[in-house]
Nanobody, 123 residues
C-alpha cells in the first residue's frame, strides 16, 4: 500500500523558511517521480515542484522559482521541499504526491496523496 507522510509545516513570518519532508513507503520510490502540490482555501490544487526518479530533472511553479528547492534521498525514501523567502501567498496545505505508473503529466493533480501539512505565512 502506498503511504506518504508529510511533516514540517507550521506558522512562519514573511521572509522566513520552512523545510517540508515526505516519507514514502509501499512502492519502488527510486523509480518514481515525486511531486509537491499545494491547495489554498477556495483554490484548485496546484503543482509546486516535481523531481524525476533520479533527481536529475526538477520543475517548479513560476511563483516559487528561486525560493523553493525540491530534493530527494532515494536511500531514505524521502523527498524534501525547502522553502525560503516565504510570502503570505504561499499559505496553503502542502501535499506530497506520487503518480500511478501510467502518469506522465508533470502538472496534473493525479495519483496518491499524503495527508497534507499546513503552511501559514503571516505576520
Amino acid at each position: 500500500q502506498v503511504q506518504l507522510v508529510e511533516s514540517g509545516g507550521g506558522l512562519v513570518q514573511p521572509g522566513g523558511s520552512l523545510t517540508l519532508s515526505c516519507s514514502a513507503s509501499g512502492f519502488a520510490f527510486s523509480t518514481r517521480r515525486m511531486r509537491w502540490f499545494r491547495q489554498a482555501p477556495g483554490k484548485e490544487r496546484e503543482l509546486v515542484a516535481g523531481i524525476s526518479s533520479s533527481g536529475g530533472i526538477t520543475k517548479y511553479a513560476e511563483p516559487v522559482k528561486g525560493r523553493f528547492t525540491i530534493s530527494r534521498d532515494n536511500a531514505k525514501n524521502t523527498v524534501v521541499l525547502q522553502m525560503n523567502s516565504l510570502k503570505p501567498e504561499d499559505t496553503a496545505v502542502y501535499y506530497c504526491n506520487v503518480q500511478e505508473l501510467y502518469g506522465t503529466n508533470w502538472y496534473r493533480p493525479d495519483g496518491y496523496w499524503g495527508q497534507g501539512t499546513q503552511v501559514t505565512v503571516s505576520s
